[in-house]
């Protein structure tokens, strides 16, 4: 089970720090990934960690504002969202299980466990 947190209301350019914590079973050895969906669209990438945390990718859109990272002892993905913009207003989804050869991090339907979401909304 995956449950994010740290979703909220934000102004422009302003910062929050989601979190997903796994329960009922280890996601160590896991690919991890954060995605998010804005309304009438579809759940789009926005980073990928490999399972020991030395390899990150991340969509265009965030690169240099949204850092990825993971605590395995605590079994909890994070997501640094800094300068924060409109256009990231979404529900923000955690992933495991996806593969991390090719390009499978980057697809929601790689992904095995889902979290419930957690809303984020910037104001102009």
């Known amino acids: 089970q995956l449950v994010e947190s740290g979703g909220g209301l934000v102004q422009a350019g302003g910062s929050l720090r989601l979190s997903c914590a796994a329960s009922?079973?280890?996601?160590?050895?896991?690919?991890m990934g954060w995605f998010r969906q804005a309304p009438g669209k579809e759940r789009a990438f926005v980073a990928a960690?490999?399972?020991?945390?030395?390899?990150?990718y991340y969509a265009d859109s965030v690169k240099g504002r949204f850092t990825i990272s993971r605590d395995n002892a605590k079994n909890t993905l994070f997501l640094q969202m800094n300068s924060l913009k409109p256009e990231d207003t979404a529900v923000y989804y955690c992933g495991a299980g996806a593969s991390w050869y090719g390009t499978s991090w980057s697809l929601p339907s790689e992904y095995h466990y889902w979290g419930q979401g957690t809303q984020v909304t910037v104001s102009s």
């Open positions: 009922g079973r280890t996601f160590a050895s896991y690919t």
């Open positions: 960690i490999r399972w020991r945390g030395d390899s990150t």
